[in-house]
Nanobody, 122 residues
Framework: QVQLVESGGGLVQAGGSLRLSCAAS????????MGWFRQAPVKEREFVAA????????YYEDSVKGRFTISGDNAKNTVYLQMNSLKPEDTAVYYC???????????????WGQGTQVTVSS
C-alpha cells in the first residue's frame, strides 16, 4: 500500500516562511516524479511545483516562482516545498503527489497525500 504523508503546514503571517515535507512509503512505490498542488476554498486544485528525478527537471507555477523551492531525495521518496515571502493568496490545503511525469496536470499523478493546511494571515 502506497502512502504519502505531508507535514509542516500551519499559520504564518504574510511575508513569513514555511517548509512542507512529504514522505512516501510503500513496498513498490518508486515514482519518477513528485509534485505539489494546492486547493483553496471554492477553487479547483492547482499545480504548484514538480520535480522529475530522471530528467532533473523542476517546474513552478508562475505565481510561486522566486518564492517557492521544491527539492527532495529520490532515494528516500521524500520531497520538500520551501515557501518564502508567503502571501494571503497562498492560503490553501497543500497536497503532494507521486507519478511518472512531473507535469502540471493532476491527472499525471497516481498517488496523493491527505493534504496539509497552510494559512497566511495579512
Amino acid at each position: 500500500q502506497v502512502q504519502l504523508v505531508e507535514s509542516g503546514g500551519g499559520l504564518v503571517q504574510a511575508g513569513g516562511s514555511l517548509r512542507l515535507s512529504c514522505a512516501a512509503s510503500g513496498r513498490t512505490f518508486s515514482p519518477n516524479a513528485m509534485g505539489w498542488f494546492r486547493q483553496a476554498p471554492v477553487k479547483e486544485r492547482e499545480f504548484v511545483a514538480a520535480i522529475t528525478w530522471s530528467a532533473g527537471t523542476i517546474y513552478y507555477e508562475d505565481s510561486v516562482k522566486g518564492r517557492f523551492t521544491i527539492s527532495g531525495d529520490n532515494a528516500k521518496n521524500t520531497v520538500y516545498l520551501q515557501m518564502n515571502s508567503l502571501k494571503p493568496e497562498d492560503t490553501a490545503v497543500y497536497y503532494c503527489a507521486g507519478g511518472r511525469y512531473g507535469s502540471s496536470s493532476q491527472y499525471d499523478y497516481n498517488y496523493w497525500g491527505q493534504g496539509t493546511q497552510v494559512t497566511v494571515s495579512s
